[in-house]
């Protein structure tokens, strides 16, 4: 059995957190040494007699190839902080988990990736901003992440697979069941479409309320730059914005009505020392991404020049608000809003401001 299946396995054990673990693996060396571990042992390093008590039960009960085989029947996979392909956003950060269960494709390497976060009780104008920012940037092959959750982070996943984006979900409950359960298939979505559903949480671990507020390290951890659209100013979108800055990476905040409850969180960071953000331009500039865009990229997102020369033929004739080519369109605003982007990036439209686009 390798390391990581016995890290896997203490991991398990939701007392040993990633800095005991990193007190155990300092201390053992091996993974396979802290689960063979004598009582006395770990009693010497600090632990209580109540908690050695409680892990050597636990490691009675717990069959590690049982384990291993229902995840694999689950089509889970399992990467540790001893794995070279533990995704490099996460390696080194403070708090890091030792452990990741993940469905679909999580890269090693996902450096090109913003987090949306926000109000689970977002209003219109939220919902139209979180699909807008993630489906734009998406279409420049950015990946979005967020926590699944009802509200703003279902509005930044839905934005990113309108154009056919990658994007993560952090869930604060073991993999083998989805919360909230009516995003199920919206996980199932994120999947199919290359992104992964990411959780530390073992098979069986239910949706705990403190859970999600320590999944917000990931969230943030994961991401190059995280966007706060709309939240209280207690509450979780804070906390993860909070992580974020500890973490090094900036901060961005998206301004609301000034009436609305929802605009106390962004509006707080804005005058904490947050960076506005007023479109996709604004993140793609901080990420040093306008001089990349990989062009092939953008073809396979939108690969159809029958969509954009219709766009081109509706503005033919005088500039229309993005509002209006929705409309007459049929389309998501999050589809239209993204297209419109590339034609700008393209040179084929001009954004005017306030909504209006022109044919150039």
């Known amino acids: 059995m390798n390391e990581s299946k016995y890290l896997t396995a203490i991991y398990s054990f939701s007392y040993f957190g990633p800095a005991r673990i990193k007190l155990l693996l300092s201390y053992f060396k091996t993974a396979k040494k802290i689960w063979l571990s004598k009582s006395k042992e770990l009693i010497e390093i600090g632990l209580s007699q109540k908690k050695v008590l409680e892990f050597d039960e636990y490691r009675k009960n717990f069959d590690i190839?049982?384990?291993?085989?229902?995840?694999?029947?689950?089509?889970?996979n399992v990467v540790t902080i001893l794995d070279k392909n533990y995704p490099v956003n996460l390696r080194g950060l403070t708090g890091a988990p030792s452990v990741l269960y993940f469905k679909g494709t999580l890269k090693t390497a996902d450096t090109n990736?913003?987090?949306?976060?926000?109000?689970?009780?977002?209003?219109?104008?939220?919902r139209?901003?979180?699909?807008?920012?993630?489906?734009?940037?998406?279409?420049?092959?950015?990946?979005?992440?967020s926590g699944l959750a009802r509200g703003i982070d279902t509005a930044a996943h839905k934005g990113a697979l309108s154009?056919?984006?990658?994007?993560?979900?952090?869930?604060?409950?073991?993999?083998?069941?989805?919360?909230?359960?009516?995003?199920?298939?919206?996980?199932?979505?994120?999947?199919?479409?290359g992104g992964a559903i990411v959780s530390e949480?073992?098979?069986?671990?239910?949706?705990?309320?403190?859970?999600?507020?320590?999944?917000?390290?990931?969230?943030?951890?994961?991401?190059?730059?995280?966007?706060?659209?709309?939240?209280?100013?207690?509450?979780?979108t804070l906390l993860t914005a909070t992580h974020a800055a500890e973490q090094g990476k900036t901060v961005f905040a998206i301004p609301g009505q000034i009436t609305s409850p929802l605009s106390a969180a962004p509006h707080y960071l804005l005058k904490n020392g947050a960076r506005i953000a007023t479109?996709?331009?604004?993140?793609?500039?901080e990420m040093d991404m306008q001089v990349k865009v990989d062009t092939e990229r953008i073809e396979r997102v939108l690969p159809s020049t029958k969509d954009e020369a219709i766009l081109i033929e509706f503005l033919t004739n005088e500039p229309m608000h993005l509002d209006e080519l929705v409309r007459i369109s049929g389309c998501e605003t999050a589809e239209i809003?993204?297209?419109?982007?590339?034609?700008?990036m393209k040179g084929m439209v001009r954004n005017l401001g306030k909504g209006m686009y022109q044919k150039v």
């Open 113 to 126: 990736s913003v987090a949306i976060v926000g109000s689970r009780k977002m209003t219109s104008y939220g």
């Open 337 to 344: 809003s993204a297209r419109l982007t590339i034609m700008e």
């Open 163 to 193: 154009v056919s984006g990658r994007t993560i979900a952090v869930l604060g409950n073991g993999l083998d069941t989805i919360y909230p359960p009516e995003n199920t298939k919206l996980a199932d979505e994120i999947i199919k479409n």
């Open 201 to 236: 949480y073992p098979l069986g671990y239910p949706a705990l309320p403190v859970n999600f507020a320590i999944r917000n390290r990931i969230v943030s951890g994961m991401s190059s730059c995280v966007i706060v659209v709309e939240g209280a100013v207690k509450s979780g």
């Open 279 to 285: 479109s996709a331009r604004d993140i793609l500039e």
């Open 128 to 145: 139209e901003v979180a699909e807008k920012f993630a489906g734009e940037l998406a279409s420049f092959g950015v990946t979005i992440i």
């Open 65 to 76: 190839p049982e384990y291993f085989e229902k995840l694999k029947k689950l089509k889970i």
